[in-house]
């Protein structure tokens, strides 16, 4: 990988300012040209909690870190996302449903995504497997691609090591953009665009650690676009997507979706700016040019590394609450099957998901939802009758609420 980075990021960098200038995107920002620059506030802070992120990805299953990249950056990005995507670059996103025996394929409504660079384990590209037409258009996407390989040392060095640690990442798999909400192309202007609960990847895969960095002017409640994971045995955590936030969680063992984004009419950007965002002097203008985009924007990256599956501990809390040994037993059994159970615990929001994030009322959509039902249903029935108890009567767990009962029972 090391070679590609650094190819890419000289060799491109004399045509990438004559392409920006020609899409009308400025420049990177002073961080572009060095290693991990762009990408200084996210490893500054991945350092900050170097004492704490092992234990909080081991147990929470996700870490938030606000800040990650700068404001100036995130503008810079949102506008090169909107370039590419103005240049035909953003492309549908498919995905293939299990309607048992059939295979639908779909688009996700108003979601255009484009996979800037992929990458296999050794670090080689694939053959046709780097978008350089994007990458020369857009020199702040090039610059956290080049700061990957910082971002990968000190996710390492915060989580324990390269050679021990939790993550024990040995490369990157891939960097994507994504672009959320109704741009005249999408055919369904009055739909609000969604992901359905999925895993990123298979643990066999080599893919254990998904990134997410937001890029969401004044987010307020009511706009949606949230990620929610599902750290079995507890209940779903919601992470809002914050302008300038990122999030990592692991690719093959957490179940996660996007709920479906509802971008704010002008009249309540006031408010907007005031509650979520952290755009700076907003009140300084028009509220018909500060009021939240349109568009639900998202930088995505995918990294090799160990296959271990996380979360795998229960919270310290819980493990000292006084909580009677054989259920702590059974939740960490629980826990340790978190991949298996997920859809079994959470199959409702599931089910509503995939309507959420493709056509509700579709014949091959229904037909998918039917038959993920009748799989989960099935495979509820195998497990045996102490874990069934447990699912059915008392998963997902309200951790906060429990801890209060004990505390005070």
Known sequence: MHMQFLFLNHSAQPQAEAGSAQMGVGGAGPHAGSAGGILAPLLAELWRQAC?????????????????????????????????????????????????????????????ELTIATFGPTGALAEDAIELGALVQAPALRAVLAGAESLLSALNGATGGAADGLLQLTGLYHLKVARLGADGACGAVNRSPAFAAHFDTEPTTGRTLSLCLWLNKGWAPGCGGELITYPVPFEPVTTVPLNGRAAIFCSHHMLHRVAPWTPLPPPRCAEAEAEGGNEGAAAAVPCAQQHQSKFRYCVSMMFYGAPTPFPRRLPLALEQSGLDPGVLALLAAARRQLRSLAFIVHHKECATSMRDAFAEGDEGVERAVGHFEARVSAASALLPLSMRDLVDQFLPLDLPGLLLSLQAA
């Open 52 to 112: 704490t992120l092992s234990t909080a990805l081991d147990t929470d299953g996700v870490a938030v870190f606000d800040s990650a990249v700068s404001t100036d950056d995130c503008r810079t990005l949102r506008a090169e996302i909107d370039a590419l995507a103005d240049a035909g670059l953003l492309r549908a996103s498919p995905n293939k449903l299990d309607a048992g025996g059939e295979a639908v394929v779909v688009d996700k409504p108003c979601v255009r």
